[in-house]
Nanobody, 124 residues
Framework: VQLQASGGGLVQAGGSLRLSCTSSGRTFSNYQLAWFRQAPGKGREFVAVITRVGRTFYAPSLKGRFTISRENAKYTVNLQMNNLKPEDTAAYSC???????????????????WGPGTQVTVSS
């Protein structure tokens, strides 16, 4: 399975971006899909996950501003980011796993496949 994220860029604080991640896997609907981010000098941070049945979970600090969604027919998972803040600046990566649902969904180690990050920069 290969994942490819796109949609990053430079945006002013208060603006919006929509990230997309496309998978090469043809059993896409069976996968749990997530977004993580990593800012310079920091560890990888959980952003959001959408399960194979469409349940969503978010990092508490991001809930209300970010929305994760999936389009199984297009093998795509999206991340809509609104009211962006400078502290949202990071490389955003998508991840997937075919494992059954687990409370470990916010742990990078739970995922089997990763795509290269797409950079999001929010200016003040």
């Amino acid at each position: 399975v290969q994942l490819q994220a796109s949609g990053g860029g430079l945006v002013q604080a208060g603006g919006s971006l929509r990230l997309s991640c496309t998978s090469s896997g043809r059993t896409f609907s069976n996968y749990q899909l997530a977004w993580f981010r990593q800012a310079p000098g920091k560890g990888r941070e959980f952003v959001a996950v959408i399960t194979r049945v469409g349940r969503t979970f978010y990092a508490p600090s991001l809930k209300g501003r970010f929305t994760i969604s999936r389009e199984n027919a297009k093998y795509t998972v999206n991340l809509q980011m609104n009211n962006l803040k400078p502290e949202d600046t990071a490389a955003y990566s998508c991840a997937s796993t075919a494992k059954a649902y687990s409370s470990d969904f916010d742990s990078p180690g739970w995922y089997d496949y990763w795509g290269p990050g797409t950079q999001v920069t929010v200016s003040s």
